[in-house]
């Protein structure tokens, strides 16, 4: 036996301490009564016996449990008795077997191959080794536990496929450094079996292996691979005799070496095949194919744009779906005596507006009706005062319910207009107006241009707001700053909103014609308006397609695929949208996870996704389309020995590999802990030794 801190066997001098215990001399005598002691002299009483030991047992125990908490601190442990079985830890390997099931395996036969040398690398493990399995594409995933039997290795092996995701090494390596961390064998081995994309590895990721770890690369690529991939698909609907139509436009790529001449390319909606076009690609290079013109059938339509077959499936076609035309329905009202221009420059901007269609209604304040609001998204008060009565009310729980109110101030816009109801919708309080004609007007300065409303006009050459002049404006008081998205030279606020329960509030500080302004004189006024009455509205874009591996907010999109992509007239509250299920394109039903951002699936297959009311019927579902991340199309090469050095120790003379040096002593303690065992010993030594004697004591009183 060896000590790991020998200096510790001092402390053995501490066994004096329970000899001198025992051995200690005590005054021991009996008192005899005499009836008169007061004439004899007091003799003190001496001992002349012998000291000696009385209670061997609790002598031994307190020995013992010294000697075992000076050996726990000396760290002892075997370095001849274990020394065969220490050789045998020193030569099992813990092999972590990487296996990439991104959908560039599916590219000839990469993915036979690989599972091919998955099962060599299984077979090749001794009777003392351990194999893990990790199956990874952007993500990992331990297929056993360390240790787990070969069969079960074998069976995980058989049922793993390729998926629809890319290519992601870094969280590979990770998860295999992490296993092979928490190893207690000599060697340390991962066998990487990929086809070494290069868009999987940017170089910039903080990956490092531990020393004494082998990283073995096997490579399932060809020499010159070469595919054609379909990368986008575009739709452009147009209105033609009142009839929507929708021109599909494809862009293909060539990513190898040789040209790709006759490549056939299809457009099918609803599984039928509506137009096929040949296209030629030169090498490394992308072409577009624009199909004609079609009609856009009624309900929801799955589109797929095909391309001929080739070494790579996945890539060869593009999912989308078609939804009907999702307009927005905006109401203007207007004050009882408006100009006759009032609204001229409103409704010619929403007229203009394809993403999305922009339907507005223009009606006098004397005239608007409840049913009015029916079915709108949008209100605009321009320069009209707020409604009274119940009218008024309605209007406010039409915003509380996710509407939205778009404020113009103007001349008819006076303080007092907007009291009582209309108070608790403003972000302020509306003041008198700031006349500015003298100064040949104000302009717009600090623009929140991080704002939806203004994020568009960030860019250079995006539009200037400096060039429009306000000659007249509202002043308008508020508590915050929060809400101020513009405000006019004078630091006065031009641009203001406020959210009302689902709904919000925005706020024009001058008119939305050139009463009190030139601003729709600008060529930016008409995206402005879009860009307000989109926000305003709560409208967003029925996207066509999704990509897999991102996340989709169930109840919200089949609200939309609805054809509710805004307002509060039809949609189901918040709490519906968690009664729904989603039907993968295995076949799989998928219940949605609740969380801050909605009712949430993670899409992970390509091809179509059916979104449906649970316990409704299948024919009642909402298609949603889903393909396969175009970056993985691109096959170009990583070096394999580019990503082994680049995540290669870093630590000065260590090495890729396994060492083989001997086991220090350090390591031998550790792997023995027989120190934790001595402790624990002298911990029970030390409370049986209470227990005896408290005994002892008591028997003797």
Same mark, same amino acid.
């Given at each position: ?8 066997? *001092? ?14 001399? @005590? ?17 003190? &009483? ?60 599916? &590219? ?14 299984? +077979? ?24 787990? +039997? ?51 590895? +940017? ?33 452009? @609907? ?16 060539? #990513?190898?070496?040789?040209? /790709? ?18 296209? #030629? ?63 001229? &420059? ?7 507006? +394809? ?72 972000? $302020? ?43 007249? &404006? ?72 999704? #990509? ?12 939309? !695929? ?12 918040? $709490? ?13 039903? !998928? ?38 991340? *175009? ?41 023995? #802990? ?13 409370? /049986? ?13």
């Amino acid at each position: 036996m060896s000590f790991l801190a020998p200096l510790f066997l *001092v402390g053995l001098a501490a066994l004096a301490v329970p000899i001198f215990v025992h051995l200690i001399n @005590r005054e021991r005598k009996e008192i005899t009564e005499f009836p008169s002691l007061m004439f004899i002299q007091r003799i003190p &009483y001496r001992s002349v016996r012998r000291q000696k030991i009385r209670n061997w047992l609790l002598f031994a125990m307190r020995c013992l449990a010294m000697i075992l908490l000076i050996a726990a601190f000396a760290r002892p442990f075997f370095a001849r008795r274990f020394a065969q079985a220490a050789g045998a830890l020193d030569s099992a390997r813990e092999i972590v077997v990487l296996l990439d099931r991104s959908y560039s395996m599916g &590219y000839g036969d990469r993915w036979e191959r690989a599972t091919a040398a998955a099962r060599e690398a299984i +077979d090749g493990a001794g009777a003392s080794d351990r194999v893990s399995l990790v199956a990874f594409a952007e993500t990992p995933s331990a297929l056993n536990q360390p240790g787990a +039997d070969e069969g079960s290795i074998r069976a995980a092996l058989d049922r793993v496929r390729p998926s629809s995701r890319g290519t992601k090494y870094a969280p590979a390596l990770k998860l295999a450094s992490k296993i092979l961390d928490e190893s207690d064998l000599g060697h340390r081995e991962i066998v990487l079996i990929t086809d070494f994309q290069k868009v999987g590895w +940017d170089g910039h990721e903080e990956v490092e292996l531990a020393p004494g770890t082998q990283l073995k690369p096997v490579d399932v690529s060809e020499s010159a691979p070469s595919n054609v991939a379909v990368t986008t698909v575009e739709l452009h @609907r147009a209105m033609v005799a009142g009839r929507e139509r929708v021109t599909v436009s494809a862009r293909l790529t060539n #990513t190898g070496g040789k040209p /790709a001449t006759g490549v056939s390319v299809a457009l099918r909606l609803n599984d039928r095949e509506v137009e096929k076009k040949a296209l #030629t690609l030169a090498p490394n290079s992308a072409g577009t194919t624009t199909f004609s013109s079609v009609a856009l059938p009624a309900g929801l339509t799955q589109g797929v744009v095909v391309t001929s077959t080739d070494a790579l499936v996945a890539d060869n076609s593009y999912n989308f779906v078609l939804s009907p035309e999702q307009a927005l329905s905006i109401l203007i009202i207007e004050p009882p005596g408006s100009r006759t221009t009032q609204s001229l &420059y409103l409704t010619q901007a929403l007229s203009v507006g +394809d993403r999305p269609v922009m339907r507005a209604t223009v009606k006098k304040s004397g005239a608007v009706t409840f049913g009015d609001l029916a079915g709108k998204s949008l209100v605009i008060l321009n320069d009209a005062p707020y409604p009274a009565g119940d009218l008024g009310r309605r209007l406010h729980t039409f915003v509380e319910q996710g509407g939205g109110l778009l404020i113009a101030l103007g001349e008819q816009s006076t303080p007092s207009s907007f009291t009582g109801t209309a108070a608790d919708l403003l972000p $302020g309080t509306i003041g008198p107006a700031v006349d500015r004609g003298v100064e040949r007007g104000g302009t717009l300065t600090s623009i929140e241009y991080a704002h939806p409303i203004f994020e568009l006009f960030s860019g250079p050459r995006s539009g200037d707001f400096s060039s429009a002049q306000f000659y007249r &404006y509202r002043r308008v008081q508020v508590a915050s700053a929060a809400g101020i998205l513009a405000r006019f030279d004078d630091g006065t606020p031009a641009v203001l909103e406020k959210p009302v329960g689902a709904g919000k509030v925005v706020i024009l500080a001058s008119t939305a014609d050139i009463f009190w302004n030139d601003l729709a004189l600008r060529p930016i006024f008409v995206p402005f308006i879009h860009q307000v009455a989109r926000y305003a509205g709560t409208y967003t874009d029925v996207r066509p397609s999704f #990509t897999a591996g991102q996340v989709l907010d169930v109840g919200r999109t089949a609200e939309q !695929l609805d054809g509710n992509p805004a307002g509060p007239s039809s949609a189901p509250a918040s $709490g519906d949208r968690a009664d729904y299920v989603a039907e993968s394109p295995s076949g799989a039903t !998928l219940r949605p996870m609740p969380s801050d951002d909605g009712h949430l699936i993670e899409l992970d297959e390509q091809g179509f996704y059916a979104i449906r009311r649970a316990g409704g019927p299948r024919g009642s579902a909402k298609p949603i389309a889903v393909n396969v991340d *175009v970056a993985e199309s691109n096959l170009a090469k990583l070096d394999p020995q580019e990503l082994v050095a680049a995540v290669a120790p870093k630590t000065a003379g260590s090495q890729a590999g396994s060492t083989g040096a001997p086991p220090t002593a350090e390591e031998q303690e550790r792997r023995q #802990t027989l120190w934790w065992y001595l402790l624990v010993g002298a911990l029970v030594l030390l409370g /049986a030794e209470t227990v005896l004697s408290n005994r002892l004591s008591r028997a003797i009183r």
